[in-house]
T-cell receptor
Framework: GENVEQHPSTLSVQEGDSAVIKCTYS??????FPWYKQELGKRPQLIID?????GEKKDQRIAVTLNKTAKHFSLHITETQPEDSAVYFC??????????FGKGTMLLVSP | EAGVVQSPRYKIIEKKQPVAFWCNPI?????LYWYLQNLGQGPELLIR????????DSQLPKDRFSAERLKGVDSTLKIQPAELGDSAVYLC???????????????FGPGTRLTVL
């Protein structure tokens, strides 16, 4: 089955800096890669996703890049704000199937 | 549009007791998922339904866990008997249909935090 590795487990940045979270996956058949943000005690919420037919997708301050050859994808957050502080999860699936999640990255943005 | 609804939000029970969780997916979503989330970890799938059919229950501990999705809408997840190690957050999610494309997007409920004493 799919295996997703996520790094780093914790990331501390100053407000206004950029943050990058990286994930690798094992199943070359995976074609859908969502990113979820989970605030303490809240539900995971989809913030951006990418499919294997594109290499990059951007939504305001958030972008995701995908390298199918290397089987890794990354989340980029620019101009970080304190409200970006949360746990971020990457996930992968070959479609019609189970999402396999990474273990999460706790992002701390200091004012 | 209402999101995925789960109840109860919190449950505290003693070990060996039974417990049940309920989920109401987003209207029109055919696929429903139950996940287990331990502290500091990502969600792990327990069971996936397409309409009323359980199509992936390979990770469900069937000796004590059971689930049903009657009429292909609401779902219940049951544990009997509960063990100390079952303490976790149980998340329900739903997606539009299993045909791929944008319908892969899963929307999560707020979860039920179970504490087994």
């Amino acid at each position: 089955g799919e295996n997703v590795e996520q790094h780093p487990s914790t990331l501390s940045v100053q407000e206004g800096d950029s943050a990058v979270i990286k994930c690798t996956y094992s199943d070359s058949a995976s074609n859908y890669f969502p990113w979820y943000k989970q605030e303490l005690g809240k539900r995971p919420q989809l913030i951006i996703d990418i499919r294997s037919n594109v290499g990059e997708k951007k939504d305001q301050r958030i972008a995701v890049t995908l390298n199918k050859t290397a089987k890794h994808f990354s989340l980029h957050i620019t101009e970080t704000q304190p409200e970006d502080s949360a746990v971020y999860f990457c996930a992968a699936t070959p479609g019609y199937s189970t999402l396999t999640f990474g273990k999460g990255t706790m992002l701390l943005v200091s004012p | 549009e209402a999101g995925v609804v789960q109840s109860p939000r919190y449950k505290i029970i003693e070990k060996k007791q039974p417990v049940a969780f309920w989920c109401n997916p987003i209207s029109g979503h055919n696929t429903l998922y139950w996940y287990l989330q331990n502290l500091g970890q990502g969600p792990e799938l327990l069971i996936r339904y397409e309409n009323e059919e359980a199509v992936d229950d390979s990770q469900l501990p069937k000796d004590r866990f059971s689930a049903e999705r009657l009429k292909g809408v609401d779902s219940t997840l049951k544990i009997q008997p509960a063990e100390l190690g079952d303490s976790a957050v149980y998340l329900c999610a739903s997606s539009l249909d299993p045909s791929g494309g944008a319908s892969d997007t899963q929307y999560f409920g707020p979860g039920t935090r179970l504490t087994v004493l």
